[in-house]
Every structure is written in structure tokens, then in C-alpha cells.
């Protein structure tokens, strides 16, 4: 009788035994891949845990694509970091395809994940859309390369990461008036493009405010390869013009400059461009044509570089073997603000967090945002690159 009692405790002792043990690998196994989120980058992305702070991420590859691996590289840092108040940050990506339907079916999506923030779209007409479905949910949306000024206008869960057409379009003016010394301009602007009218509405304001003369305006379509017409008619103004402000977007535009600069047509004028130009294939379409052009751009990793921006180039090359471009910078730091504005706060509630990014102040990533406005535009910094010896290449800072 108590040799059977004896086998029924230590039968129990047993039992107790094995789920004290499978109780203790439980506990294990989930801080190993609790500590994996924070320092794998892969994890970050794939994760799928309620005890991360989730991100999503829209973008629009492959033109520009790049934001991508800004916005990648920056939740690797922030979680190797430590990531927010010591949860480990996933970032949900999702690719658009340049769709707004399709853009806002995943914010929809995005945000029933549970995201608390959603970093993107790439492009204005789609950021417009998503930010009316942030603004419904009370979800924030930053931005990362549209530079409408309209972007916003959906309600104050909206900020952008760049900045507003506009501003580069008047920075660009005022470059030409007082550096190259231009008196006289012609535009030509890609008819129906937002981007392209804005910026080309602003230059013509400016350059006239300024003292200088637009003494001819013309235009093309978008898909157009022959720009004989229009750039005859500005060869045929007397005296010549000085300076051709060109705000492009796709690749119509450098082909436009290397017509103009053919033997046949033989404009001499400078070319002048907006951020639009910053493309891979530039000097690739336009050739040596190019030479002594300039354009506004958000960043140039051989410009003057601050300590955190050179950080981010460093981190950048040696992640993906290449220097980081615009596009890449302005998702970084999308991203890398987002973060600093989610540890900032106490709750992690979506108010909050939207409360931080609009106080934000003297940000310093890749590229440099003094604060945003009242209508959250942000007012950041800009260069204005050059094409030399076949390369894009740095000429001037300009800080707000």
C-alpha cells in the first residue's frame, strides 16, 4: 500500500517535473526571439508579434524605390538601439505599384494590423488619398518624397518629410538671379503634371519679382520624345536667354536637354531643374549635355555632411554596396523621425505620437528639418547639385 503511494507521488513529481521544464524552454525560446527582433534586421520586417511597435511602410517601386532601403536601414539602427522604450519596432512594407486604390487599400490594411504610424506613400497624388484614411482612423502619415504642397491638407494626423515644391522652385530663382547672374529665362513645363506646372507657376512668379524676364513659356506632354518645336522656339528668342528652367519628373526631360544642346538646334542656355532630376538614368538619357546643368535635390552624399548625416552614409554603403541618393535619405529620415517622436512619448497612443511629430524641432539625420509649419510643411534643408565630368555632383547647401 505505500510502495503504491509512493509510485503515484513520484509519478506526480514527475508530471511537475516535465512542465516545470517545457514551462522554463517556453520562457526561453521567446526571449531569444525577442532579443532576434531587436538586432535582425529580416526580423524587423517579417516579425509578427504583439509585443512590437508596428510601422508601416507604402512606397512606390522602382522609380524611386530607394525609400525602401532608407526606411529599412533606419528601423535596423533604432532596434539594434534598443528600438522604442525598449520594444522592438516591425515594419510592415507594402508596395503600391505608384496606385492610389491600390495605396489605400493598404493603409486600410496597415492600420487594421494595428500600425501606429504609417511612413509613405512616395508620391503626392497618393499621399493625398492615404491621408484621408489616416486622418479617418487618427493614424499618423509621414510622408517621404512628395513635395505638394497639398499633401496635407487632409487634417493634422498629415506631415510631409520633404519640402514643398515651392521652396525649392523659389531657392532655384533666386540662384539663378544672384549666382549665375541670369537676366532673361524661358520655361518649359510638362502640361498636365502638378508637379511640373507648380514648380514652373513659382519660378515664373519669383523670376519676375526679382527683376528678371520669362521671355518664353512652352510645353510638352508626357511621353514626349521630340521636342523639336518647342526648343526651336526658344532658340529663335532675341537676345538668347540666359537660363531654361526645366522641373521634370520623368524621362522626358533629360532627352529634351540633349536635344537642345545638338548641332542642330544649339541652345547654349543653362539648364535648371527641381528635385525630379534626381534619377539614376539621368546622365544615362541626357548625356554629356548635362554638363554644367544644376537642380535642387534633398541630399548629396559628397555634399557638406554632418556628423549624423555621414553616419547614415556610412550605414547606408555599407548595407547595400551603393551611395545613398535622395530618394534613400528622405526615407530614412521619415522613418528615423517617426522614431524619435514614438520615444518621446509616455503612451504610444497615435495622438501623442502625432503631438511629437509636430513638435519636432532641429532634427538631424541625412538631411537637416528646423520644424514644420502650421500647415505641416517642413522646413528643412536643400542642395542644389551639378552635373560635371558626367556625374552628378554636390554644389551648394542651403539650411533653414
Known sequence: MLSQRNRKVRRCIAIFGVFISFFLLSIFFLSCDRIQRVVDPEAVVTADSALTVKIGFIYSPPDPGTTRNGAELAVTLANAAGGINGLPIELLIRDDKRDAALSVQHAEALIAAGVSAIVGPDYSSLAVEVGAVAQQHGIPMLTTYPTNPDVPRNGNFSFMGAYIDPYQASIMTGFARHELQATTAAVLTEIGNAYSEGLSNTFVEDFTAQGGTVAIHQFYETGTTDFTEQLLAIAAV????????????????????????????????????GDGWDRPDLVEIGGMALEGSFFANHFASDGQLSEAARQFVDAYTEKYRIAPDGPAALGYDATTLLIEAMRRTTDLTPAAIRDQIEATQDYSGATVLSHYDENRHAVKSLVINTIKDGKIQFHQLIVP
Open 238 to 273: 532675341e537676345p538668347a536667354v540666359d537660363i531654361i528652367f526645366l522641373p521634370g519628373l520623368g524621362s522626358e526631360f533629360p532627352l529634351a536637354v540633349k536635344q537642345a544642346k545638338s548641332d542642330d538646334i544649339g541652345i547654349s542656355a543653362t539648364f535648371l531643374g
